[in-house]
Each structure stands twice: as structure tokens, then as C-alpha cells.
């Protein structure tokens, strides 16, 4: 079993920054993909970025490229999300999740483990 808790979400204005951790433990060896999802009130749940640990390949939806940048530290097995110019949009609970194969993937059932979430809000 792998375990994943989320930290460092919080209330920030528009414009402003905030860095999400996502620490991993457990049977975390040859894991694939660590990766960022969220879920804003009334909506689906969508993919935001997501990052290889062997490679550090990274992928990103296209409403936060240039904004948000995902990466990682293997020997902490933790991965984190600096998210830039945050928008009011921004707003929702923040999860990340864990890929024990390839490929990286936007879907989620491509992802085998997820943490219970951290709430970000970006006020107008």
C-alpha cells in the first residue's frame, strides 16, 4: 500500500502564489507518475500536472501552463506543485495521486493511489 498526504493549501488572493507537497509512503518503490488533480465545487474532478520519477517528464492541462510547475524530490519521495498567478478559478480541492504504471495519463483511473485532498481558495 502506498499512503499519500497533500499539504500547503490555504486562502490567497488572486495573483498570488502557493506551493502544494505531496509526501508518499509506504510501498512507494518502482511507483511510475506522481500526479495533480482537482475538484471545484459542482465540477468533475480534472487533471492538472503530473511528473514521471524516473525521468522527470512533466505534463500539464493548458489552463495552468505558465502558471503552475510541477517536480519532485525522489529522496523525500515527495512531489510538489508551485501554482503562480493564481485566478479565482483556481479555487477547489487539491489531490494528488499515484501511478504505479505507465502512462501518464489525464485519466483517472490511470492512477492507483490518492491522497484526501487540500483545499486552495484564490479570493477575487
Known amino acids: 500500500q502506498v499512503q499519500l498526504v497533500e499539504f500547503g493549501g490555504g486562502l490567497v488572493q488572486a495573483g498570488g502564489s502557493l506551493r502544494l507537497s505531496c509526501a508518499a509512503s509506504?510501498?512507494?518503490?518502482?511507483?511510475?507518475?506522481t500526479a495533480w488533480f482537482r475538484q471545484a465545487p459542482g465540477k468533475e474532478r480534472e487533471f492538472v500536472a503530473a511528473?514521471?520519477?524516473?525521468?522527470?517528464?512533466?505534463r500539464y492541462v493548458d489552463s495552468v501552463k505558465g502558471r503552475f510547475t510541477i517536480s519532485s524530490d525522489n529522496a523525500k519521495n515527495t512531489v510538489y506543485l508551485q501554482m503562480n498567478s493564481l485566478k479565482p478559478e483556481d479555487t477547489a480541492v487539491y489531490y494528488c495521486?499515484?501511478?504505479?504504471?505507465?502512462?501518464?495519463?489525464?485519466?483517472?483511473?490511470?492512477?492507483?493511489?490518492w491522497g484526501q485532498g487540500t483545499q486552495v481558495t484564490v479570493s477575487s
Open positions: 511528473i514521471t520519477w524516473s525521468s522527470g517528464y512533466t
Open positions: 495521486a499515484l501511478a504505479k504504471t505507465a502512462p501518464v495519463t489525464a485519466y483517472e483511473g490511470g492512477y492507483n493511489y
Open positions: 509506504g510501498r512507494t518503490a518502482s511507483s511510475y507518475a
